[in-house]
């Protein structure tokens, strides 16, 4: 008779898949993806095609002296000017930990690279934001959206012990 052993197993997956969408793990994105932090690359399509949440990183990739990475405020950002006091970034490999929501911009000080594309503005949601849209109703808290899944879990194991 494997029916314990059936029952458990069901248990376990239910839980899982109920579990899995809160799990949410950290993303690095790579800017660019393979393409990097480079001239003749559209950032505002690329950032539009990402989703970006409070605990992830950016990582900037790009030939040393070539390029480099300065967060600016919205207004540098419009005007691709660069603050003398500006931190630039110059590694080649700039990462940024976007550790809270908001929205963050980012150009290269390199002559007129960001006049020709090098800017990226990127709009960092809160990390509990299942936010397929962003004016979608607030999401509940955290300790009912935990409720909600083990409800699932439950009814999950339920219909399972009914067939
Ligand atoms: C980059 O992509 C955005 C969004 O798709 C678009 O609005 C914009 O015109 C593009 N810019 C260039 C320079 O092609
Ligand atoms: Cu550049």
Known sequence: MASKQMLLLAVAVAVAVAFLPALDAATEHWVGDDKGWTLGF????????KQF???????????KPSHTVVEVSGADFAACSTPEAAKVM???RDQVALDSPGRRWFVCSV???????????????AADDNAVSPVAPPPSGHASNVQARLAQAVLAVAALLVL
């Open 90 to 92: 110059a590694t080649g």
């Open 42 to 49: 559209n950032y505002t399509a690329w950032a539009q095609s």
């Open 111 to 125: 002559g007129a690279h960001c006049l020709n594309g090098m800017k990226v503005r990127i709009d960092v949601l």
């Open 53 to 63: 949440k409070v605990g992830d990183t950016l990582v900037f990739k790009y030939n």
